[in-house]
């Protein structure tokens, strides 16, 4: 800009002279004009350079510092899988959850500029003090003077700041931890009348962190206040004592501007190296803490977690117990001295009370836990020197309480198979370099750079040679562990999408077919009201008869319909605005002249469902309040209450003659309307009924039924039941509706499932991947008895000649086992066969006569 306005606007020429940032002079010849253009496209040239190289530089940072980031996070996951089973009983996932999370981001914020930021600063700081030297020693020794003491002194008040960040963070675990608990715990809250306490400890806690946190502040800003009441100290020794310098002639005055403006130039690297400096600080107090609790004793070696076997390495042979002992974390030994040996071809019932030490050898069969003393074979290899790829594929541990992840049925019935990527997916040449990149990427991030989207499933582990083999694998095992029922439950209940599974979508419009003609026979015939595009079903709502489809999301939900500006469009269109005002007024009258002398709670309040018994005053108050008015008179609201009733009007069910056949007939216009005149918009909030169409939104069993349920049918959905799977039987499509089951969503922790499904599940998993050794550990106890004795045979019959070791919650299940181990005080008190233990006199039979 100096040379432009210098020598482009202020010089004479031609010739123009001009220098190339100091170190390349030329002369330009030719007309003002062309100068001054070339100079400004030059400056714009730097501009961009400038500004590219800026660009270039804080990506640059950006980019190191999230892979930084990702490589803490990625090493602190990995140690927690690494964690010895105890370390979870101190630690909360609250906790861990936050510390992976809330509390590494900082530290990733700081990474950006924690070498860059401090090298940068110091430079300039350097500069401006070299400057003022120059101009005077004496002054420049006097603006540097203060530093020393601010570097002395903010390190001490600072380590109180951290000290404080440390209880912050301690203090934010345990209010994670209080949220956590509250979740998990929220039942007994409710059913002990806790919430007030609960509520109290919360409070309690975020006091303690609000005073914290303002301790915090009143440092920090104690520091803030001390460093800018030196930093202004510094001009005013300057105007002192240099002004008397300048009156004394010892220095210039130009010179004495000079200085103070270097020492202004001085303050912000300064000010931005202290706050460097304090944030240094915050992110090593949360690294320290976040490192100290990643690092417990008893971690399993990373070498156990990683290293293959060569070949294939099974664990067929005996496994032997010698002398093995098991101390817990609070000094108390769980087993003692225990010398036992398993044959690895034999099924062997562990049997004894809560506290006698059999669960925790189930751990120690399973690598959960490791012997504090003692040694543990199997084939006469250290048991706890095995990697966990012997391990983890050639022993299945199922307990009696299972932890499912959220996700599909399929899925976590597989879980058992996925130790390393089998089948990598076929990409095209885009994907494939985007695949590429991303193995790099995380490879210079410390990363595994194994494929996720590839095919994880071991078939051979499941004996099964294709994919396509995998599912009839799966059925036989849901017949072991009686959970095939359970499977097409959840199929009937389930939905799929018929783009990703045609061939599913295909079966069930087939099935549809074949129940519509079962249920014209005169023996069903009155158990379902098929849709019908031109007919009302009177075993529907009225707003189920207007929409006549399944809501996608919210936009179209049943329950708040009226209130749509296109549903109340498309009534005002159809005529039916006042006739469904007068409708809703009649069923308010009704409802309220019903339930005038009812107490809460009545049955009648959820067989009339259109008004709660808390609404009953609210809708006496909305007819006196309109009694007098004509519809256009009444506010929106109103009209919109009064609407809402009717349209949860059903027919055949509550018979109150408000929805008569004329009014029906004009609903069916609103209908037509509704379904033609739909905005493209919306269209996609709403999956209309189709005899010929699979409807994605609705759940197979009403897909197959493609009606409503009469009301009133004695036996009416047992019957209809059983057509179904009568139906499904014959069409040889039960299959498919079970595949469309495995597609279920077992929701967090598997809460979509029963405690027994759980169970099931859990054993199906463990036999899916056809382990040398089986445990179970009291893992069918949320059953029946009867079918707890069922599954164990099953179990039992499909694993002969392979191992088996059942932790039995009930003793008479010993009876079914070659072998039979009876465990007290963490010593094993007897063992052999049922036949031999169960006589007077032994721990067996006692306790087989005290159960």
């Known amino acids: 800009p100096k040379q432009i306005i210098n020598r482009a606007l202020g010089g004479e020429g031609p010739p123009f002279s001009a220098s190339v940032l100091g170190l390349y002079d030329f002369n330009f010849s030719g007309s003002q004009t062309i100068f001054l253009v070339i100079l400004c496209v030059f400056f714009l040239f730097l501009v961009v350079v400038n500004n590219a190289l800026k660009y270039h530089i804080n990506t640059s940072k950006g980019r190191t510092a999230e892979r930084l980031l990702r490589r803490l996070r990625y090493s602190l996951f990995s140690r927690v899988l690494r964690f010895p089973l105890s370390h979870f009983k101190r630690t909360s996932q609250g906790e861990v959850i936050s510390m992976i999370t809330a509390e590494s981001e900082p530290i990733g914020a700081f990474f950006v500029g924690a070498v860059v930021d401090p090298i940068f600063l110091s430079g300039q700081l350097i500069v401006a003090i070299g400057f003022i030297i120059v101009q005077d020693p004496l002054l420049g020794l006097a603006a540097a003077a203060l530093y020393p003491v601010q570097i002395y002194i903010v390190p001490r008040l600072q380590k109180k700041v951290s000290a404080l960040g440390k209880a912050r963070l301690r203090e934010i675990r345990r209010l994670s931890d209080h949220v956590g608990e509250t979740v998990n715990g929220i039942v007994d809250i409710h059913v002990n009348d806790t919430s007030n306490l609960e509520l109290t400890r919360f409070a309690d806690r975020l006091a303690a962190i609000y005073n914290i946190r303002y301790e915090i502040f009143r440092r920090k800003y104690t520091i803030k206040f001390l460093n800018n009441f030196l930093d202004k100290l510094a001009p005013f020794l300057f105007y002192l004592f240099g002004g008397i310098l300048v009156i004394e ?79 817990d974390e609070d000094e108390v030994r769980r087993i003692a001295g225990v010398t036992l040996n398993l044959a690895g071809d034999s099924n062997v019932a562990v049997v004894g009370g809560g506290s006698s030490g059999k669960d925790y050898l189930a751990l120690l069969l399973a690598r959960l836990a490791v012997p504090t003393g003692g040694r543990i074979s199997v084939g006469g290899e250290n048991f706890v020197e095995l990697p966990e790829s012997v391990i ?76 396509e083999e995998l599912f009839e694998r799966m059925l036989e095992i849901f017949d072991i562990v009686e959970l095939s029922d359970d499977v097409y439950q959840l199929g009937l209940r389930g939905t799929i999408d018929p783009a990703e599974r045609p061939d599913i979508a295909e079966a069930v419009l087939k099935a549809r077919a074949a129940m519509a003609d079962r249920l014209r026979e005169p023996a069903y015939a009155d158990l379902v009201e098929l849709f019908d595009r031109g007919a009302y079903n009177t075993n529907a709502s009225v707003a189920e008869n207007l929409l006549f489809g399944t809501p996608v999301g919210d936009t179209f939900d049943i329950n708040w319909l009226p209130q749509h500006p296109y549903v109340l469009e498309t009534l005002r269109k159809s005529g039916l605005v006042d006739d469904l005002i007068t409708a809703g007024r009649s069923v308010a009258e009704t409802m309220i002249e019903i339930f005038a002398d009812l107490p809460p709670g009545h049955e009648f309040f959820e067989q009339y469902s259109f008004i709660s018994s808390d609404e009953l005053p609210e809708f006496r108050t909305l007819l006196s309040r309109t009694d007098r008015r004509s519809h256009d008179e009444m506010t929106e609201e109103d009209r919109v209450a009064l609407m809402s009733l009717p349209f949860k009007v059903v027919v055949a069910q509550h018979r109150l003659g408000i929805v008569d056949e004329e009014l029906q007939q004009k609903l069916l216009t609103a209908r037509d309307r509704f379904a033609a005149d739909l905005p493209p918009e919306l269209a996609s909030a709403v999956e209309f009924f189709d005899a010929e169409t699979y409807n994605a939104a609705a759940a197979l069993q009403d897909n197959i039924l493609f009606g409503k349920l009469a009301y009133g049918q004695a036996e009416g959905p047992h019957r209809v039941g059983a057509l179904i799977a009568e139906t499904l039987d014959d069409l040889h499509l039960r299959g498919s509706v079970m595949e469309a089951g495995l597609e279920f969503q077992v929701g967090v922790g598997g809460g979509r499932l029963s405690s027994v499904q759980r169970q099931k599940l859990s054993l199906a998993r463990a036999l899916l991947k056809g382990p040398d050794l089986l445990i179970a550990n009291e893992a069918t106890s949320a059953m029946d008895p009867s079918v707890q004795d069922r599954i164990a045979e099953a179990i039992l019959k499909a694993r002969d000649g392979k191992g088996v070791v059942w932790i039995v919650n009930r003793v008479s299940m010993a009876a079914k086992f070659e072998r039979v181990v009876v465990f007290a005080d963490g010593r094993v008190a007897e063992q052999g066969a049922y036949d031999e233990l169960n006589r007077d006199g032994t721990a067996l039979h006692e306790m087989l006569q005290s159960a």
């Not at 390393?420 to 997916?425: E, G, N």
């Open 249 to 327: 002639g010892d220095i210039t005055i130009g010179a004495l501007v000079a200085v103070i403006g270097a020492h202004k130039d001085m303050s912000t690297p300064w000010k931005e190296l202290l706050n460097w400096y304090q944030q240094q600080a915050d992110a090593r107090v949360k690294y320290d803490q976040v490192v100290s609790q990643f690092d417990p004793d008893g971690m399993l070696d990373e070498a156990l977690q990683h290293t293959e076997p060569e070949g294939e390495h099974t664990l067929s042979g005996a496994v032997e117990l010698t002398n093995v002992s098991l101390v």
């Open 392 to 467: 983890g594929r050639r022993i299945a541990y199922a307990s009696n309480t299972p932890f499912l992840q959220s996700a599909s049925v399929r899925d976590n019935l597989v879980y058992g198979l996925k130790h390393r990527p089998l089948h990598l997916p076929d990409y095209d040449e885009d994907e494939a370099k985007n695949r590429e990149s991303e193995a790099a990427e995380a490879k210079r991030a410390g990363n595994i750079d194994h494929d996720y989207q590839a095919d994880w499933i071991d078939y051979e582990a499941a004996g099964v040679e294709k994919p």
